[in-house]
């Protein structure tokens, strides 16, 4: 991939990303899981951010260890997962702050 092009994927990952931070500022976990649309364009961004991520060239990911890349790239599989659980805790009402990591 030439540099243009997976340059212009670390940007798709950063805008996932103050998009994400964004639609979140001032929410509770609870709010949050509770607030359908919100959880949906988090997940989406999440989703773009983590396949954007698979684009990147492993001579980069290699010299930027500090990233969590692998973390990244599996995420859009088990993003399906935490909103099963996210909407399980909440049919049982043991949805909390602090829960599936998020603060």
Request: proline share 2%; glycine share 8%; charged share 30%.
């Amino acid at each position: 991939m030439s540099s243009g092009k997976w340059r212009f994927r670390i940007e798709d990952m950063l805008n996932a990303a103050r998009k994400i931070v964004a639609y979140v500022e001032g929410l509770t976990f609870e709010d949050f899981a509770r607030d359908e649309k919100t959880f949906d364009a988090v997940l989406r961004r999440l989703t773009l951010l983590g396949a954007a991520a698979t684009h990147v060239p492993e001579e980069i990911v290699s010299r930027t260890s500090d990233i969590p890349w692998f973390e990244m790239r599996g995420s859009s599989m088990r993003f399906g997962r935490v909103r099963k659980v996210i909407h399980e805790r909440q049919q049982d009402g043991t949805a909390r702050a602090g829960s599936a990591g998020y603060r």
